[in-house]
T-cell receptor
Framework: QKEVEQDPGPLSVPEGAIVSLNCTYSNSAFQYFMWYRQYSRKGPELLMYTYSSGNKEDGRFTAQVDKSSKYISLFIRDSQPSDSATYLCVLRGGNKLTFGTGTQLKVEL | DAGVTQSPTHLIKTRGQQVTLRCSPISGHKSVSWYQQVLGQGPQFIFQYYEKEERGRGNFPDRFSARQFPNYSSELNVNALLLGDSALYLC????????????FGQGTRLTVV
């Protein structure tokens, strides 16, 4: 069983839709939870991070963590074509980052 | 304001050869980590260096090695290249080992033929 499970998609939505991206994890040692966005042939860029259960909002993005269920989510409101990318959930325990496989998102006009 | 820079951006090598990849972290960042990203997968942790010392190592063979220099830049070396080493190699920098915000370079795409 992988430490972090993430649906690889691809996920295709119309412009303006609300997008929900999810990951589950198995290791309770993970303490920090992050979402990175990766455009094709580029390095990942940090979108949001949190270390506690609950919601954290930043503009159109909301990160949600439920430690009791070992479940994390990223919601994107009013999705735009520029949001088309691969979204990686990333968990940290100790010094290393553990990545999900990434969900490929396409927002269509 | 320079971000994380990696060189070269693309590289083609033959099986059995050796390769050196380079990374310059963001100014002020003392920690550099290396990741391997195979097509369609998330990045896999290879090494972390902080203040020139290895602070973590992932599940990679001894053919992979790295070092960090006094200016905090880093090199990743891979010996005896295999076809399976073809991947995007990413470098990430952060202020310290415990810092959550890691910033990635654009990566070096290595193709082994």
């Amino acid at each position: 069983q992988k430490e972090v499970e993430q649906d690889p998609g691809p996920l295709s939505v119309p412009e303006g839709a609300i997008v929900s991206l999810n990951c589950t994890y198995s290791n309770s040692a993970f303490q920090y939870f992050m979402w990175y966005r990766q455009y094709s042939r580029k390095g990942p860029e940090l979108l949001m991070y949190t270390y506690s259960s609950g919601n954290k909002e930043d503009g159109r993005f909301t990160a949600q963590v439920d430690k009791s269920s070992k479940y994390i989510s990223l919601f994107i409101r009013d999705s735009q074509p520029s949001d088309s990318a691969t979204y990686l959930c990333v968990l940290r325990g100790g010094n290393k980052l553990t990545f999900g496989t990434g969900t490929q998102l396409k927002v269509e006009l | 304001d320079a971000g994380v820079t990696q060189s070269p951006t693309h590289l083609i090598k033959t099986r059995g050869q050796q390769v050196t990849l380079r990374c310059s972290p963001i100014s002020g960042h003392k920690s550099v980590s290396w990741y391997q990203q195979v097509l369609g997968q998330g990045p896999q942790f290879i090494f972390q260096y902080y203040e020139k010392e290895e602070r973590g190592r992932g599940n990679f063979p001894d053919r992979f090695s790295a070092r960090q220099f006094p200016n905090y830049s880093s090199e990743l070396n891979v010996n005896a290249l295999l076809l399976g080493d073809s991947a995007l190699y990413l470098c990430a920098s952060s202020l310290g080992t415990a810092n959550t915000e890691a910033f990635f370079g654009q990566g070096t795409r290595l193709t082994v033929v």
